[in-house]
């Protein structure tokens, strides 16, 4: 007589990004994360006007490093550095009032800095964006200078628009 393993049913994980990214919420977006097997999978639902944008990176690199099947699910806003976040997720769902905010990087500083060392973040941050514009454009699957003409001008994108360029999934929420 063969024996049968039973199957293990983990419960869903679920992450709300909300609000904007920054130190506090970042660390417990990251632990959540890091505490999930590699290859888990994952929803993140997002209402977010972006924040830090190194906390979104670090988020999204580690949704693609641990190789998450993450789906990411917007119910609100979805702009600025929470773009990266939603971008490196899998699965991407999106309501057809979803509002997304692409816009050049912000650079905000309360530190004390000499003039050598500002050039040399200014430096930085000249790169840092051209780096994360080609990184959304590639996880998006949308033509980079569609992305560099919204980045531009600053521009309110619609989860119907993106649904139109295959970057997101439509969900047309009803009330029950």
Avoid at 38 to 45: H, R
Wanted: charged content about 25%.
């Amino acid at each position: 007589m063969a024996k049968t393993r039973a199957r293990v049913r983990r419960p869903a994980i679920e992450i709300a990004l909300v609000g904007e990214i920054f130190d506090e919420n970042e660390k417990d977006i990251i632990n959540s994360l890091l505490d999930m097997p590699v290859g888990s999978s994952v929803t993140i639902y997002i209402d977010s006007s972006g924040g830090n944008v190194y906390a979104a990176l670090a988020i999204a690199n580690i949704l693609v490093h641990r190789k998450l099947k993450a789906t990411a699910i917007v119910v609100g806003e979805c702009s600025s550095s929470a773009i990266l976040v939603f971008a490196a997720c899998k699965k991407r769902q999106v309501g057809p009032h979803s509002v997304f905010l692409f816009h050049r990087i912000k650079w905000r500083s309360e530190k004390d800095a000499r003039s050598e060392e500002a050039a040399q973040w200014a430096t930085h941050f000249k790169w840092l964006e051209s780096e994360v514009d080609e990184l959304q454009a590639r996880l998006l699957g949308i033509d980079p200078e569609v992305m560099k003409r919204w980045i531009a001008e600053g521009c309110f994108v619609t989860g119907r628009e993106l649904a139109e360029l295959r970057a997101a999934e439509i969900v047309d929420f009803h009330p029950v």
